[in-house]
Each structure stands twice: as C-alpha cells, then as structure tokens.
C-alpha cells in the first residue's frame, strides 16, 4: 500500500540506523515477586517494574501544545518501539494516558488506526516500520523495532496532564525465558509536556489562496512520518513543516503550460523573514526542476541529490531563543542574503521556487530547534494573524496527478475567518494580508 507523495521529501540518502534491545536477561530467581518493586520515577510520575517485551522510546523533543484551526489543542509526537525478545510481539492498542492517574485515559490508538491496507491516508497506517514505511500486519516481529505517529486533541489545556504514560496492550513475551507469545500489558514511557513558549511569527508569504500542503497532523502525506536515521538517531524535523502553494481564484495550481514552472501561480513568490533573525546558512545556485517529476523517483536525477541539496535552494534563520527558521525550494539565484546578516520581519529573503527534491514549485516552510536541517527536531507555532479561508479535501490531492492538474477551492468558505494565534493545520486554505 502506498500514499501519493507530492512534493518535497526528505529522502533517506543517510543508511537507516536502527538500535535493538537484543540482549535477554538473566531468568528472574525463584523468590523475584515477592521481593520489593523497584521503580523509575519523571516528576513524581512512577512506573513499576515489569517486564516489557516491546520496549517505548520517545523519538525527539518533549511535545509543545499548539492550537489548529480546527479550534483545538493539539499534542503531536512519535514513539519507537522495539521487540525486545525472540518471539514475536502483536501491538494491540496503546493509550496514552496521565501520568498521575493511568486510569483517566488521554487518547488511545487500536485497530485501523494504527495499521490498515486499505487505507491510504486518514485515521490510520499509524504504525510504521523504520523509517516509516507502511507495514501489514500489527505483527512486530522479533528484535524488531516500528514507530508509531501519536497526535491528539483536547479541548482546553487544562485537560493536559504535565507528564503523560503509555499503556501497551496486546501479546508477547511474558517473561525472560520468552516461552509462547500470551496476553500482556504494561504502563511505559513516562512523557513531560514541554513548558517552553510556543513561537509565534509572522506568515513566510503574502496573499491569498495559499494551501498549507502536508501540513500537520496527517499521517498518509508528508511531513508527519518523514522520519530517518541520522546521526546515529532517529528523527523528525519536519513534523510540523508545510508545503506553501498558491491556487487562483479558480482554485488552479497553475494556468497555461503545465511544464514551465512560469504559469504556475505562486512560482516567483516572494519568501520573507517571519522575525527578527541572523542568517545561519544558505545554499543557492540549483537549478529548477522540471514541473511533474520529483528527482528522488528518476534514477539519473536522484543520483546527485546529497543531504546539503535534497532541499534545494534554501536559507535557515536564527530567531533567538533556540527557534530557528527554515525556507526550502528557492529560485536560483534569489537569495537576498548571506550567512551572518541580520535580517528583519517582513524582508525578502528570495523567491519561491521549484529546486531540490520537489516535482512543482512551492515554499517547504518549518521551526526547528537547532540549525541543522536533518539533526534539529521540529517545532510546532503559531502565526500572529491571518484569514482562515477553508480545507481542500485531501483526497483531491491525493488523487492529482504530479502537476496538481484541477481546482481545488471546493471547500473555501465565502467568507474568511479571521484569526490569531494559531497553526494552520494540513489542508487549510488561508490568507495572509
């Protein structure tokens, strides 16, 4: 089963690094439960001891709430587990659950949510094998590992625990001696909410009618399970990215000859500092791509994409406080500034192009905490203000063919709403003044 992939990817050009709990422990003495219960301990929060035969790790930084224009709350973050044993594992649910109290139950994922072959995109296929590849079966099998995409909503903050645990449900390996696979479930991965500021900036482009393709929280479309293997570690910095693309009033991608990256509508868009900033790096001098052809898919393009191009003509901003910017697919040559300028809101920084590993012009937007582009984990924000204007339906995306060929403002409301505060989730159509 696969998903559409449009637009930037971050191709896996560095080899998957996967690091597996394959020792066993010694088998427990005679008299191990009726010894005292050790225990591991976040904030107060406590986890029993037990064995666990798929072991849970937190991919990334603690999660940072945001608000969507969905009018929600939103906590997105991504687990690894890994079948610690000689048998295999079937994962038959996880909740996420308050770390004071596991009986009150945050969000839980079973079922179609987290692995079915018919689904394309939507509540499901949450569950991954490495790096993120669709799998068929809820089956890990043994000293194996898989990433599971957790994101949930809450009306209010105020329904958010501090520290949040995992319960996992399903079969296993009941103990050190492994034996046949039998019921298990355990509390695991104790999880602080992240405390620092949601960054708030001002919007990456002007105008009306841009998209937020591949935005958060969609698990069958880029960014959301863009995860790879890098510097020894697994990761995701492009949780949170969205792919900017501009329709016109018809709602058409483009008007006129489909192959030229000209008749498409935001092609040569200004990209401008979303604050105050100092230029960390910058890469300029590709050339654009042809329209409808993504370089990772043709052998002879793909061989010369590198880790320092695969996104193309791009700059990265230092905003201060360990938020950095970053604007992706630039036209060649655009580039208005140099490392070590300081930059303010509103400047141009290059135009919108279509370079890297993208098969149409768009602006490949994201916060990071870090400079690099691979090694930084994704920030969630929100932009000070703009217009909500309506959702394209995904499936029309899904179903276009690699031009973006149609229209695509069915869902425009005829009024938009204005807004402050918030991300623009996956789909959103919305104007910037």
């Known amino acids: 089963m696969t998903s559409r992939r449009i637009f930037h990817l971050a191709v896996p050009l560095i080899a998957a690094v996967a690091v597996l709990a394959t020792g066993c422990s010694a088998a427990a003495p005679p008299d191990a439960r009726d010894a005292p219960r050790a225990e591991a301990s976040v904030d107060g929060v406590t986890v029993p001891d037990a064995f666990t035969a798929v072991t849970v790790e937190t991919i990334g930084a603690p999660p940072l709430p945001f608000p969507g224009t969905d009018g929600r709350f939103h906590v997105v973050?991504?687990?690894?587990?890994?079948?610690?044993?000689k048998i295999p594992a079937t994962l038959g649910r996880i909740d996420v659950v308050d770390g004071t109290d596991p009986e009150r139950t945050i969000a839980s994922f079973s079922g179609a949510a987290l692995v079915?072959?018919?689904?394309?995109?939507?509540?499901?296929?949450?569950?991954?094998?490495?790096p993120a590849g669709y799998v068929d079966s809820a089956v890990i099998p043994p000293q194996t590992s898989r990433v599971v995409f957790i994101d949930f909503t809450l009306d209010s903050l105020d329904q958010l625990p501090p520290v949040l645990l995992h319960r996992i449900s399903g079969t296993g390996a009941l103990s050190p001696a492994f034996g046949e696979p039998g019921a298990m479930e355990y509390l695991a991965a104790p999880l602080e909410i992240s405390t620092r500021?949601?960054?708030?900036?001002?919007?990456?482009?002007?105008?009306?009618?841009?998209?937020a393709l591949n935005g958060c929280c969609e698990p069958g479309f880029p960014h959301r399970s863009s995860v790879m293997s890098v510097n020894g570690k697994l990761n995701n910095s492009q949780r949170f990215a969205i792919d900017w693309k501009r329709t016109n009033d018809a709602g058409q991608f483009y008007a006129g000859d489909k192959t030229s990256n000209d008749s498409y509508?935001?092609?040569?868009?200004?990209?401008?500092?979303v604050a105050d900033g100092t230029v960390v790096s910058i890469l300029d001098g590709m050339a654009d791509n042809a329209p409808g052809v993504l370089p990772a898919h043709d052998p002879e393009l793909a061989a010369k994409l590198t880790v320092e191009n695969v996104d193309g003509n791009h700059v990265v901003l230092d905003l201060g406080g360990g938020v950095y910017a970053m604007y992706a697919h630039l036209i060649a040559g655009s580039v208005t500034v140099k490392p070590g300028d300081t930059v303010t809101e509103g400047q141009v920084l290059g135009h919108l192009g279509n370079?890297?590993?993208?098969?149409?012009?768009?602006?490949?937007?994201q916060l990071m905490d870090g400079p690099s582009l691979l090694d930084s984990d994704s920030l969630p924000y929100a932009f000070e203000s703009f217009d909500y204007a309506g959702q394209v339906a995904p499936e029309l995306i899904a179903d276009a063919d690699d031009y973006l060929t149609g229209t695509f403002l069915?869902?425009?409301?005829?009024r938009p709403d204005p807004r402050t505060g918030e991300l623009p989730l996956g789909f959103a159509i919305i104007d910037f003044p």
Not at 410 to 414: H, I, K, V
């Open 410 to 414: 069915q869902g425009a409301l005829s």
């Open 77 to 85: 973050y991504d687990l690894q587990l890994t079948n610690a044993t």
């Open 265 to 273: 509508i935001d092609y040569g868009a200004d990209i401008l500092a």
């Open 197 to 211: 500021t949601l960054p708030v900036i001002a919007p990456p482009v002007r105008g009306d009618n841009w998209v």
């Open 116 to 130: 079915d072959p018919s689904c394309t995109f939507g509540e499901c296929n949450r569950l991954r094998d490495l």
């Open 355 to 365: 370079t890297g590993n993208a098969n149409a012009s768009h602006l490949h937007f």
